[in-house]
């Protein structure tokens, strides 16, 4: 009965905040929510959300590798960032995991690619999620900073993690070892098949960093990231893990005192204490509607609340103990999931189609550049980013006409996807169960070929109709400016009406 009221629910505010906004009202607003195996049906962990940028975003599957002792990388930001840095090197590991990942490819003074996590071969998923710190941290940042990035820190973690709590420890030992890059402050949502964590670093140089346990009985909605109270003695608590000085420091600056007998508060004491609509709705939302399905979860990220113009894709990990590496699940919509569908990507796809790869629309660069013979025919293919943006375009124009047929048209495409998985998986089971490895890869990049094929075919067909009925019953409307673009969300919410 809570899974209808919640589906009734979100039907209706699909249709109503459509008309309210598709954009944010402050910068970084990327979101993650988590989903402990005890409230959903299946006994799996479900983590999702998106990253709020600008630039073209394009989906890749990064192969394990090797590397020979001695093997660095570049880390961090350059002078060029809001808070200017310099690179620095730091060792790379020997080995390193497969993993699948939304890349992007502009943040100011951040290397590109740059990315927010994804999910890796040992199922472990990351999410990247804006944690402002207080105005005394961002103050007291070195000018120059070094260290790792939050680009960095998420991609290291997929690389190297063999568990969420993993996760945490490579990035807590990173930055107490080289510091941290901040544009501000950060967190990291991490989540396996057994439970979650939100890591929070923050802004300053001190190497402060704080991380919590998310159990299986628990839903978390990071919007910004946010960590409450926790123990004085946290460092003996299984729960918790952070840097050292995180007490000390607090106390050090005043901005705490242990005597006055009242809770260290994280947020309130490091960082800016708010919450982002609709983080605590949503979370209750999804606490009255337990167990949460994976339907219900891509529902979740869909939600016009979150996902927006400025989303510049739509992730969800589906975490299931028992399943065999190669047939771990992220889906995937290629840009704002409020008009994309979600695509169901294993991790071992061998590749991801050309149409969902990189382009040039909205690439760091390339309005100055020409294209190269080598990568003519990739530019040559459509781009799935630029068609379902433009069918959000035309869809937000009129959202009481056209949303509805549109989450609808989503909605039953990706329920034949969720349908498909135990076949999909059986079958690929039974090749690599008789020696067939090969096959049993091929099968699965197949499968999402096909499946990203028949997403960009059914965007391109509501976009045909939608495009041709705007015209006829509305016409096209004429901007009423020249100003084609913003640095800024303008400090206010952008009307869809």
């Known amino acids: 009965m809570a899974s ?21 009202t402050i910068s970084h607003a990327s979101y ?38 001695g093997t660095t990388i570049k880390v961090g930001v350059d002078e060029t960032a809001n808070m200017p840095g310099k690179y620095i090197q730091i060792p790379q590991a020997l080995r390193t995991f497969r993993y699948l990942t939304m890349n992007y490819s502009d943040y100011e003074g951040f290397p590109p690619p740059i990315t927010n996590g994804g999910l890796n071969e040992n199922n472990v998923a990351g999410r990247d999620v804006w944690s402002p710190s207080r105005p005394e941290l961002i103050a007291m940042t070195p000018n120059p900073q070094t260290g790792p990035s939050y680009s960095d820190l998420s991609r290291i973690a997929m690389e190297r993690a063999r568990s969420a709590r993993e996760a945490v420890e490579i990035v807590g030992k990173l930055i107490d070892e080289y510091g941290y890059s901040t544009y501000g402050g950060n967190s990291h949502m991490f989540a396996d098949e057994n439970e979650g964590w939100v890591l929070i670093n923050f802004a300053g140089g001190k190497g402060l960093w704080i991380a919590q346990r998310l159990g299986p009985d628990e839903i978390r909605v990071s919007y910004p990231g946010d960590i409450g109270n926790i123990p004085l003695n946290f460092q003996e608590d299984p729960n918790y893990m952070g840097s050292q000085n995180f007490i000390e420091f607090a106390v050090e600056q005043g901005w705490f005192d242990p005597d006055a007998g009242e809770p260290f508060n994280v947020t309130a004491v490091y960082g800016e204490d708010f919450a982002q609509y609709p983080r605590d709705e949503l979370e209750q939302e999804l606490r009255q509607s337990a167990p949460i399905s994976l339907r219900q979860m891509l529902d979740a990220v869909r939600d016009p609340r979150l996902s927006k113009d400025t989303t510049g894709y739509g992730q969800v990990a589906h975490l299931r103990a028992g399943v065999r590496p190669e047939n771990r699940t992220l889906w995937v919509a290629a840009t704002g999931s409020i008009t994309t569908p979600f695509v169901p990507y294993r991790i071992g796809v061998q590749s991801i189609p050309m149409e969902f ?11 100055t550049r020409f294209v190269t013979p080598d990568w003519q025919i990739q530019e040559a293919t459509e781009f799935a980013g630029r068609s379902f943006k433009r ?22 495409f990706e329920d034949q996807l969720i349908a498909d998985t135990v076949s999909v998986e059986q079958t690929s089971n039974a090749l690599f169960d008789s020696g067939h490895e ?13 499946a990203a094929s028949s997403a960009l075919a059914l965007g391109n067909a509501l976009l045909g109709s939608i495009e041709a009925r705007t015209r006829l019953l509305f016409g096209l409307r004429s901007p009423e400016t020249n100003e084609l673009s913003r640095l800024d969300y303008d400090n206010g919410i952008v009307k869809c009406e």
């Open 4 to 24: 209808k009221k919640l589906a009734h629910k979100s039907a209706v505010v699909v249709v109503f905040l459509a008309l309210l906004t598709l954009t944010p």
């Open 32 to 69: 993650a929510i988590y989903v402990g195996k005890n409230l959903t049906d299946d006994g799996s962990v479900l983590i999702g959300g998106s990253g709020d940028e600008v630039s073209s975003h394009w989906l890749e599957v990064v192969p394990a590798d090797r590397f020979p002792a």
């Open 357 to 367: 790869g990189k382009h040039r629309y909205l690439t760091k660069g390339e309005a």
């Open 391 to 412: 069918l959000m375009y035309f869809t937000c124009d009129h959202p009481e006409k056209f949303l509805p047929e549109v989450t609808e048209a989503l909605t039953a």
């Open 438 to 450: 090969e096959l049993a890869l091929k099968y699965l990049t197949e499968y999402s070929d096909k």
